[in-house]
């Protein structure tokens, strides 16, 4: 039997005012539902998660078969504060130390040695487990009441693009979940910087938000970066949600060295045309006239362009269109992260 749809708590909520009787009402609604193992989306200030209780295993459980995520994919733990991160550590590095101090709460999560209390389903059985304070307010107030560390990966089918609105959570996981926290957007847009701190260096699994110089400042000494080698593994295994294929729409994405002669190409094979466009504005204006292109404007500061960017391709994903032309992003370090999850979505071939 289907399950219903799962029902939405708006959450109004103005950044630094106490919350109201009503935040409170929801909040604590979606905390009894952890409680007894259900499953919630909440709004973060990366990307909405699928949260459940990270102690409970049958409840991390229902995360992997509501989004169809491979088990050997390990999970986010959500805490309110470094000491809960702590407790679910069986050793706490001095790197780890260092940036839940400079950065937490925030978009960064922290791979660290696993204590024995967390479930090996959490960690894909693997030794490590990654740990985030996020800084959200409706996040850090849904872990507090619930009084539960929160598994949340991403709140989307596996392999597609992240949510940053509670529509996208409903399109993509629907009746497939209990319950969805309603704030608006997130800020920031794409999901937190990975830091391993079992290694030293320290390791960037995966770029965000917190750009490497800013993780190197806050440590005071470099961090190695995916694609250097030195790790007894190799990243993809260190990082298993880091294969290429991942963050795609469902329309076949690309990002051709000459994004105008490519939109032209298609147009005249009689394709309909998704175009996010940062650097050809001109060339999109002369091709605008067609009807079967839709082209958007993006930003030209990364940390804007991330804060667009999933909500473009989900837009883009609605309109039935044969592909997607992404404007390359430029070479420099601050769109290190926005330039990741473009490559991801591309085709594979
Ligand atoms: O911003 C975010 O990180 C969002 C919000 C909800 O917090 N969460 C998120 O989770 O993006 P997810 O599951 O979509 O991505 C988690 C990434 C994956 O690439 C996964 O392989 C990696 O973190 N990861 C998790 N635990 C790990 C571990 N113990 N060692 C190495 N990588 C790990
Ligand atoms: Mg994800």
Redesign the pocket.
């Known amino acids: 039997m289907a399950r219903p749809l799962p029902d939405i708590l708006r959450i109004d909520w103005t950044t630094g005012a106490e919350p109201s009787a009503a935040v409170l009402a929801a909040v604590d609604r979606a905390a009894a539902v952890l409680r007894e193992g259900g499953l919630v989306a909440v709004p973060?200030e990366?990307?909405?998660?699928l949260a459940a209780n990270a102690l409970d295993p049958d409840a991390v459980a229902g995360i992997f078969r509501a989004k169809k995520r491979p088990t050997g994919?390990?999970?986010?733990v959500?805490v309110a504060d470094e000491p809960q991160a702590r407790r679910l550590a069986a050793a706490w590095p001095p790197a780890a130390a260092t940036l839940a101090a400079a950065i937490w709460p925030g978009?960064v999560?922290l791979?660290v040695p696993?204590a024995a209390a967390v479930p090996d389903i959490v960690?894909?059985g693997?030794p490590?487990?990654?740990v985030?304070c996020?800084a959200h307010p409706v996040a850090r107030l849904l872990i507090e009441r619930a009084g539960i560390p929160l598994a949340?990966?991403?709140?989307n089918r596996s392999e597609g693009v992240?949510p940053t609105t509670a529509q996208h959570v409903l399109t993509s996981l629907g009746n497939r979940i209990d319950l969805i926290l309603d704030a608006g957007s997130c800020d920031r847009g794409i999901?937190?910087t990975?830091i391993?701190c079992t290694v030293t260096p320290p390791r960037i699994?995966?770029p965000?938000p917190l750009a490497r110089s800013a993780v190197e400042a806050a440590l005071g000494g470099p961090v190695a970066w995916p694609e250097q080698g030195g790790g007894d593994r190799p990243v993809i295994e260190?990082?298993?949600?880091?294969g290429r294929r991942h963050y795609a729409p469902t329309t076949p994405l690309e990002l051709p060295n000459d994004p105008a002669g490519r939109v032209a190409e298609l147009l005249a094979a009689g394709k309909r045309v998704g175009w996010l466009v940062l650097t050809t504005l001109e060339a999109a204006r002369g091709l605008a006239a067609s009807r079967e292109l839709v082209a958007v404007p993006m930003p030209t500061e990364p940390e804007a362009y991330a804060r667009q960017l999933y909500a473009s391709l989900h837009a883009l994903d609605q309109r039935q269109l044969d592909r997607i032309i992404v404007d390359s992003p430029p070479a420099e370090a601050g769109w290190a992260a926005v330039r990741d999850r473009l490559e991801r979505s591309g085709s594979p071939g």
Do not use: M
């Open positions: 973060t990366t990307v909405y998660g994919n390990p999970l986010i959500h978009p999560s791979v696993k960690t894909a693997g490590t487990v990654a985030r996020p949340a990966p991403s709140a992240s999901e937190s990975v391993d699994l995966r965000g260190r990082s298993p949600g880091q």
